[in-house]
């Protein structure tokens, strides 16, 4: 296990340069060039510049690798409408293809299409219905990464009271289905509210004759086989749409945290929490003076932007909906001594979201006296006004953490040790620095060994017997992952949630001896705690992981 920092080297390099142009040699260049595309004054550049070179703050992957280029598409999120009939279904993979070659993740809500058998809108024939109709989506995102900078992801989205949920549910049920799909289910509260009461047996599908508990049931076995689908609460969502007169929301970005209309985009960004703390405390005042700077970074953006079809401009400047998050909170706890899943961390987390919220919103009001509101801002439900309609959304930042050096986005650390596999198919063996840091000077090189070797193979070093190696109190601050149960992630989750306009991107973390009924109280606790969405991994589930430990026998 040596040769850590190479190897983080190694990653971070195969990482930048997915982002340098043409004579473009490294990260400063990199910050120069967005800086100056993004920026209307010499003295935002500079900010701009400063904020990413430091990368106190960095803009998401589309905005690091295509400003100041010719096509200059900037936006991280988009939702594209599918309508049932086979023009409009094609408009929605073209209009697709031009936003995944340019590195923006798209989500459809295929509720509209008829159902699998019903009559065809064609001349002859029955529909295929919306799996299959997704198929042909996934091809084409297969066949679009071949022409882009980045693998194409898409999220994939059904309303449960359609006829064909049964199949939906069922559509990853097999490990390589729909590979550039995540799915998710759009649940209402009165759903939620039968199986919270017990009331399983009553009808919810008068059409399939489809219970509710067996509904909900099949969702529950698709988690527990692989992960798969999501959960979006609907009227969750819905309660925070800010432009309700503009029409209801029902699908999301690919992971889920930015919910949008059609036709929308969002800009997304992060600020690296672990660099606000310095000698034990957070430096505040910094921490809010930088989500201003930020916010007036991803307004910029909306303007400067190049849209891949006049409708997603017309629709995005409607409301200029920004998406500010955070990464490296694990990393930021661990400079504080606090344990990831501590009352003490979740206040902290209420109090850094409603920091950020606030310092996002004064801005915004900021720019709508400068600039103006939105223009939908008298439909909204805001009262004062605003440039833009939202403006936090936590993401979850797997490459930009990369190159922060930080922990991803508002997720525990996986393992002190683990096995990273890159989109281009290469695999990273990778110590955390904060362990790395505390136990190799404090330990021989032979107990330093065994602890990686030992953490690489459990995921955990709460297992360690000798407290030479492992004392009790580094046991309550090193706990990652899989020795945080799920009730503490979904707490975790919903002290975000509650100070951010739009939704988490974070995956609630179960071991694999987890059973279906934990993942049933999980769903229901993270409904009665208010979350938008949710996501559940059981350990193992799956064999194609990003993180993983070691394989048994190497």
């Given at each position: 296990?040596?040769?850590?920092?190479?190897?983080?080297?190694?990653?971070?390099?195969?990482?930048?340069?997915?982002?340098?142009?043409?004579?473009?040699?490294?990260?400063?260049?990199?910050?120069?060039?967005?800086?100056?595309?993004?920026?209307?004054?010499?003295?935002?550049?500079?900010?701009?510049?400063d904020l990413m070179i430091r990368k106190i703050?960095?803009?998401?992957?589309?905005?690091?690798?295509?400003?100041?280029?010719?096509?200059?598409?900037?936006?991280?999120?988009?939702?594209?409408?599918?309508?049932?009939?086979?023009?409009?279904?094609?408009?929605?993979?073209?209009?697709?293809?031009?936003?995944?070659?340019?590195?923006?993740?798209?989500?459809?809500?295929?509720?509209?299409?008829?159902?699998?058998?019903?009559?065809?809108?064609?001349?002859?024939?029955?529909?295929?219905?919306?799996?299959?109709?997704?198929?042909?989506?996934?091809?084409?995102?297969?066949?679009?990464?071949?022409?882009?900078?980045?693998?194409?992801?898409?999220?994939?989205?059904?309303?449960?009271?359609?006829?064909?949920?049964?199949?939906?549910?069922?559509?990853?049920?097999?490990?390589?289905?729909?590979?550039?799909?995540?799915?998710?289910?759009?649940?209402?509260?009165?759903?939620?509210?039968?199986?919270?009461?017990?009331?399983?047996?009553?009808?919810?599908?008068?059409?399939?004759?489809?219970?509710?508990?067996?509904?909900?049931?099949?969702?529950?076995?698709?988690?527990?086989?692989?992960?798969?689908?999501?959960?979006?609460?609907?009227?969750?969502?819905?309660?925070?749409?800010?432009?309700?007169?503009?029409?209801?929301?029902?699908?999301?970005?690919?992971?889920?945290?930015?919910?949008?209309?059609?036709?929308?985009?969002?800009?997304?960004?992060?600020?690296?929490?672990?660099?606000?703390?310095?000698?034990?405390?957070?430096?505040?005042?910094?921490?809010?003076?930088?989500?201003?700077?930020?916010?007036?970074?991803?307004?910029?953006?909306?303007?400067?932007?190049?849209?891949?079809?006049?409708?997603?401009?017309?629709?995005?400047?409607?409301?200029?909906?920004?998406?500010?998050?955070?990464?490296?909170?694990?990393?930021?706890?661990?400079?504080?001594?606090?344990?990831?899943?501590?009352?003490?961390?979740?206040?902290?987390?209420?109090?850094?979201?409603?920091?950020?919220?606030?310092?996002?919103?004064?801005?915004?009001?900021?720019?709508?006296?400068?600039?103006?509101?939105?223009?939908?801002?008298?439909?909204?439900?805001?009262?004062?006004?605003?440039?833009?309609?939202?403006?936090?959304?936590?993401?979850?930042?797997?490459?930009?953490?990369?190159?922060?050096?930080?922990?991803?986005?508002?997720?525990?650390?996986?393992?002190?040790?683990?096995?990273?596999?890159?989109?281009?198919?290469?695999?990273?063996?990778?110590?955390?620095?904060?362990?790395?840091?505390?136990?190799?000077?404090?330990?021989?090189?032979?107990?330093?060994?065994?602890?990686?070797?030992?953490?690489?193979?459990?995921g955990t070093l709460q297992n360690v017997e000798?407290?030479?190696?492992?004392?009790?109190?580094?046991?309550?601050?090193?706990?990652?992952?899989?020795?945080?149960?799920?009730?503490?992630?979904?707490?975790?989750?919903?002290?975000?949630?509650?100070?951010?306009?739009?939704?988490?991107?974070?995956?609630?973390?179960?071991?694999?001896?987890?059973?279906?009924?934990?993942?049933?109280?999980?769903?229901?606790?993270?409904?009665?705690?208010?979350?938008?969405?949710?996501?559940?991994?059981?350990?193992?589930?799956?064999?194609?992981?990003?993180?993983?430990?070691?394989?048994?026998?190497?």
């Open positions: 296990m040596c040769g850590t920092k190479e190897r983080w080297d190694v990653l971070t390099i195969e990482t930048l340069t997915r982002y340098l142009q043409e004579g473009e040699r490294d990260w400063e260049d990199i910050c120069d060039r967005v800086a100056k595309a993004i920026a209307t004054t010499e003295e935002e550049s500079i900010e701009f510049r703050f960095l803009p998401s992957s589309p905005t690091l690798m295509n400003a100041g280029i010719e096509f200059g598409q900037l936006a991280a999120c988009f939702v594209i409408p599918v309508e049932d009939s086979i023009e409009e279904i094609f408009d929605a993979i073209k209009t697709a293809a031009m936003i995944q070659k340019t590195g923006g993740g798209t989500g459809f809500d295929f509720s509209k299409l008829s159902p699998e058998g019903s009559p065809s809108l064609c001349a002859d024939g029955a529909a295929g219905g919306p799996v299959a109709l997704m198929k042909l989506f996934n091809e084409a995102t297969h066949v679009i990464k071949h022409f882009g900078r980045r693998r194409g992801a898409n999220m994939g989205v059904l309303n449960i009271s359609h006829k064909d949920i049964i199949s939906f549910i069922r559509a990853k049920h097999l490990e390589g289905e729909l590979s550039n799909f995540n799915i998710s289910v759009l649940i209402p509260d009165a759903f939620m509210e039968l199986v919270e009461a017990g009331r399983i047996y009553e009808i919810w599908n008068k059409q399939t004759g489809m219970s509710v508990g067996g509904i909900f049931s099949e969702i529950v076995e698709g988690i527990w086989r692989n992960g798969e689908p999501g959960i979006l609460f609907y009227d969750r969502i819905n309660r925070d749409n800010f432009t309700p007169s503009l029409g209801d929301i029902s699908s999301t970005n690919p992971c889920g945290e930015e919910p949008l209309l059609p036709f929308e985009s969002c800009n997304l960004g992060s600020i690296n929490l672990s660099l606000f703390v310095r000698e034990g405390k957070i430096n505040w005042d910094f921490l809010r003076e930088t989500a201003g700077k930020a916010v007036r970074f991803l307004d910029n953006e909306i303007d400067k932007n190049t849209y891949p079809i006049p409708e997603i401009e017309t629709a995005t400047k409607k409301t200029r909906k920004v998406g500010l998050g955070v990464m490296g909170f694990h990393d930021m706890l661990l400079k504080l001594g606090l344990p990831y899943d501590s009352s003490e961390s979740r206040e902290l987390a209420e109090k850094l979201m409603e920091q950020i919220s606030w310092a996002a919103v004064r801005e915004s009001r900021k720019l709508a006296t400068e600039k103006g509101p939105f223009p939908e801002h008298d439909n909204s439900t805001w009262e004062l006004p605003m440039r833009n309609a939202s403006l936090t959304a936590v993401a979850p930042t797997g490459t930009i953490s990369i190159l922060a050096g930080c922990s991803a986005g508002i997720e525990p650390v996986f393992s002190w040790v683990y096995r990273r596999t890159q989109t281009v198919g290469k695999e990273f063996m990778l110590v955390h620095p904060f362990f790395e840091a505390h136990f190799m000077p404090k330990l021989s090189d032979v107990d330093y060994d065994w602890l990686l070797e030992h953490v690489y193979m459990h000798n407290p030479k190696i492992v004392s009790e109190e580094e046991k309550r601050i090193f706990r990652s992952a899989l020795d945080i149960d799920w009730k503490a992630h979904i707490n975790v989750q919903t002290a975000f949630q509650r100070h951010c306009h739009a939704g988490i991107s974070k995956t609630i973390n179960m071991p694999e001896y987890a059973g279906k009924k934990d993942i049933e109280q999980a769903l229901i606790y993270a409904w009665k705690q208010g979350l938008k969405g949710l996501t559940i991994y059981r350990t193992g589930s799956r064999q194609h992981v990003v993180l993983s430990l070691k394989k048994q026998g190497n």
